[in-house]
Structure formats: structure tokens, C-alpha cells
């Protein structure tokens, strides 16, 4: 049975800061490459950022370039979102996905995803 778990959602004020973790299961996810997406009520999901199996590579939609960080730790096969300077339009809910690996032509592409979590919600006020 493989598995992704999310936690780490809630409610924040503007300008602060959540950390989302996701827990894997199932099978060797540190040979995965592993990522975020989110969707906003009424809007598509999008993609929001994906790292490598290694670590050595990580993708960032334009967004949030410079206020969320990727990070992995294949000893406890997980996957971190650290968000800061959250905004109002950052309120989503987040998935954890993983991927048999990821390229600099395919990070943001849903169908090369194989697994989803069942998402957490994060929530921004003004």
C-alpha cells in the first residue's frame, strides 16, 4: 500500500510562515522525485515546487520563487514545504506527490506524478 501523508497545514496571518511535512510509505520513495502542488477553490491545480531524488535539484513555480523552500530527507522518506512571507492567494490545498523522477521539461506536468497525498488544507487571511 503506498502512501503519502501530509500535515502541517492550518491558518496563518499574512506574512507568516508553515512548514508542511509528508510522510512516505510503501516503497523506496527516496528513489523518487518528489513535490507540492496546490489547488485554490474554483481554480485548477497547479504546481508549486519539486525536488530531485538526490536533493541535488529543486523546481519552483514563478509564484513562489524566493519564499517557499523544497527540502527532502530520504533517511525518514520525506518531503518539506517551508512557506514564508505566506499571501492570501497561497490559500490552497496542498498535495504531496512523487514522481519516478523529474526533468527541467516535465516538474509542473500533473500526469508524470504517479502518487498523491489527500492534502492539507493551508489557509492565509488578510
Known amino acids: 500500500q503506498v502512501q503519502l501523508v501530509e500535515s502541517g497545514g492550518g491558518l496563518v496571518q499574512a506574512g507568516g510562515s508553515l512548514r508542511l511535512s509528508c510522510a512516505a510509505s510503501?516503497?523506496?520513495?527516496?528513489?523518487?522525485?518528489m513535490g507540492w502542488f496546490r489547488q485554490a477553490p474554483g481554480k485548477e491545480r497547479e504546481f508549486v515546487a519539486a525536488?530531485?531524488?538526490?536533493?541535488?535539484?529543486?523546481y519552483y513555480a514563478d509564484s513562489v520563487k524566493g519564499r517557499f523552500t523544497i527540502s527532502r530527507d530520504n533517511a525518514k522518506i520525506a518531503v518539506y514545504l517551508q512557506m514564508n512571507s505566506l499571501k492570501p492567494e497561497d490559500t490552497a490545498v496542498y498535495y504531496c506527490?512523487?514522481?519516478?523522477?523529474?526533468?527541467?521539461?516535465?516538474?509542473?506536468?500533473?500526469?508524470?506524478?504517479?502518487?498523491w497525498g489527500q492534502g492539507t488544507q493551508v489557509t492565509v487571511s488578510s
Open positions: 525536488i530531485n531524488w538526490s536533493g541535488s535539484k529543486t
Open positions: 510503501g516503497r523506496t520513495f527516496s528513489s523518487y522525485a
Open positions: 506527490v512523487a514522481a519516478p523522477y523529474v526533468m527541467s521539461s516535465n516538474y509542473d506536468l500533473t500526469r508524470i506524478y504517479d502518487y
